[in-house]
C-alpha cells in the first residue's frame, strides 16, 4: 500500500471514530466573471471572488443542494473543485479528472462530460488556463489534459511534466504563462504553460528545499512563488515558508534554484493549506509543533512579501491561534484575515473560522476580531469570503452521526467574540469529508465529501432556491 493509501485510510478511520484600518491591497491577475479556474480562485490564494454576488447575510440560511456530480466509488481526496468557461473539474483517489457541466445536467444526479486518466493518485485541486487543465499525480508527473475534452469519453494529456518526486497535496498555481507545482521531497517546479513540444517536459527550473520536506501549494506574487511546508525530521515534525524568485536563479533549462528567504511558521503546514499574498504581504497558518520543541498558541503569521534582506526572516507579526494551529490556507478580504481553525474562547463550542486584524493591532500578536463556532470538531476547509459571506465546509458538522455540511458566518462578525452561523447546510447523513477546498462561482458553492450510505464520492453544488 502506498503511503498516500495508508494515510487515506487513517483520515477516514478518523473521520468515523471522532464523531476602520486601510485595506490591504489584494491586486492579483485578472479573472474573468463567474470564474473558479484554480485552487484559491488566483495564483494568489486569496479564497474570494469578488464578482460572485449572489449570495449575502440574508439569503445563506435558505442554501439547498441543486445537483450532485457523481466522481466515483469512494475515492475522495483532499483536491477541491474548480470551475472555469462552464466547466467543473475535480480529480479523485484512482488517479482520474473527471469534467462536469458547471450548471448540471437537468437531473439530481450527473455523470462526468469525459475524463483523464494518470497512473497514479490524484490528491490535489487542479488549474485551469491556456486551454489545458492541470493536475499533478503520484506517479510522479505533471499533466496537462485539453480543458475542452477530445470527443472521447478518456481524453489524454496534451503533455505531461516529468518531477522528481510524488505530487501530494499540491495543488497546481498558474501565473502568466508558468505552471507551479511541488512535490513530497523538497522540490517546486516551474513548467512552460503549454509545454515544450513534446510528449514529457522537463521544467524551467526546480526549486529545491530540505528532501524531507512535504510542498504544497504554491502561490505567486511580487516576483516570488511561496511554499509552505511540512519538514519532518526523527525529533521534530515543523514546517517553514519559502520564497523562490519567479525568474529562477540562473540562465538556461533544468536550472537548481535554492530559496531566496526562508522562514520558521512553528509547526507543519496542514496538508491542504498554502500562502495568501495580499498586496505586500504574505500570510501562512501551521498546525501543532511534534517533537523537540516548544509549541505555541500562534500559528497564523504575516511576513513582509519582500522578504527582510536576510536568509532567514521573521514575521511582521503572528496570530493567536490556539496550540492547535490553523487548517487549510487564509483569505484576506479588505483589511481582515480569515483563518480556520478550532480553537474558541467559549469552552462549550468548537471553533470554525477566525477573523483577525490584516494590518495588526499595534502589538506583535493580535487576538482575533471575533471567532464563529459549532458543537463538532473535524475536518474544515479553506474559509471562502464572498459578498460579506464567510464560507466555510466541515465534517462532521453537527455531531452524530457522521455528517458534512456548509457553515456561512458574517464575513463583518456578530459584535461579539463568538459568533454562530447565519446559514448551514447538511450535505447528509454518513458523510466523509476530508477538508478539500470549496469553489464559489455563478450562484453555486461545490464542496466535495463522501456520501457513505452508497460509497460514492459526489461534487455537491450548492445553491439558492429556484
Not at 474573468?32 to 485552487?39: A, G, I, K, R
Not at 475524463?115 to 488556463?129: F, K, L
Not at 495568501?276 to 504575516?302: K, P
Not at 499595534?362 to 474544515?380: E, I, K
Request: proline share 6%.
Amino acid at each position: 500500500m502506498s503511503f498516500v493509501s495508508l494515510r487515506r485510510s487513517a483520515v477516514v478511520a478518523a473521520i468515523l471514530l471522532t464523531v476602520g484600518a486601510a485595506p490591504v491591497s489584494a491586486s492579483a491577475a485578472p479573472v474573468p466573471l463567474d470564474q473558479w479556474p484554480q485552487f484559491g480562485q488566483t495564483e494568489r490564494h486569496l479564497n474570494t471572488n469578488p464578482a460572485e454576488r449572489t449570495f449575502n447575510i440574508g439569503n445563506v440560511g435558505k442554501l439547498e443542494t441543486r445537483f450532485v456530480a457523481h466522481v466515483g466509488e469512494n475515492n475522495l481526496t483532499e483536491g477541491g473543485p474548480v470551475v472555469a468557461n462552464g466547466v467543473m473539474y475535480v480529480v479523485d483517489f484512482d488517479g482520474r479528472l473527471s469534467a462536469f457541466k458547471a450548471a448540471g445536467c437537468g437531473a439530481a444526479t450527473c455523470e462526468p462530460l469525459w475524463r483523464g486518466q494518470a497512473e497514479n493518485d490524484m490528491t490535489s485541486t487542479p488549474a485551469v488556463a491556456g486551454g489545458l487543465v492541470l493536475i499533478a499525480a503520484a506517479d510522479h508527473f505533471l499533466y496537462a489534459f485539453p480543458a475542452a475534452g477530445c470527443g472521447a469519453a478518456t481524453c489524454k494529456p496534451r503533455w505531461r511534466g516529468q518531477l522528481a518526486d510524488a505530487s501530494i497535496d499540491s495543488s497546481v498555481a498558474v501565473a502568466g504563462n508558468v505552471a507551479y507545482v511541488g512535490d513530497f521531497s523538497g522540490h517546486l517546479y516551474a513548467f512552460a504553460l503549454q509545454g515544450c513540444g513534446a510528449a514529457v517536459c522537463k521544467p524551467l527550473w526546480t526549486g529545491v528545499g530540505e528532501p524531507n520536506e512535504l510542498f504544497g501549494a504554491p502561490a505567486v506574487g511580487n516576483g516570488f512563488v511561496y511554499v509552505s511546508t511540512f519538514l519532518s525530521t526523527p525529533d521534530l515534525f515543523t514546517g517553514r515558508l519559502l520564497a523562490f524568485r519567479i525568474a529562477g536563479c540562473v540562465a538556461g533549462p533544468a536550472a537548481v534554484c535554492k530559496p531566496a528567504w526562508t522562514a520558521d511558521i512553528g509547526g507543519p503546514a496542514d496538508r491542504t493549506g498554502s500562502p495568501t499574498v495580499a498586496g505586500d504581504t504574505v500570510f501562512v497558518g501551521s498546525t501543532t509543533l511534534f517533537g523537540e520543541g516548544e509549541n505555541t498558541d500562534f500559528h497564523l503569521f504575516a511576513f513582509a512579501a519582500a522578504g527582510c534582506g536576510a536568509a532567514v526572516c521573521k514575521p511582521l507579526r503572528a496570530y493567536d491561534t490556539g496550540d492547535g494551529g490553523t487548517l487549510g490556507t487564509p483569505a484576506v478580504v479588505g483589511n481582515v484575515v480569515y483563518a480556520t481553525t478550532q480553537d474558541t474562547p467559549d469552552p462549550n463550542t468548537i471553533g470554525v473560522v477566525a477573523a483577525y486584524p490584516a494590518k495588526g493591532c499595534g502589538a506583535a500578536r493580535c487576538a482575533p476580531l471575533w471567532t464563529g463556532v459549532n458543537f463538532a470538531a473535524g475536518f474544515s476547509s479553506s474559509p471562502v469570503v464572498v459578498n460579506g459571506v464567510v464560507f466555510v465546509g466541515k465534517g462532521p458538522a453537527s455531531g452524530f452521526p457522521v455528517d458534512a455540511g456548509l457553515y456561512a458566518f458574517n464575513a463583518a462578525g456578530c459584535g461579539q467574540i463568538v459568533c454562530r452561523d447565519i446559514g448551514f447546510h447538511q450535505l447528509g447523513l454518513e458523510q466523509g469529508y476530508l477538508g478539500s477546498p470549496l469553489a464559489v462561482t455563478g450562484g453555486l458553492i461545490y464542496m466535495a465529501s463522501n456520501d457513505n450510505t452508497v460509497q460514492h464520492t459526489n461534487v455537491y453544488a450548492i445553491g439558492l432556491p429556484t
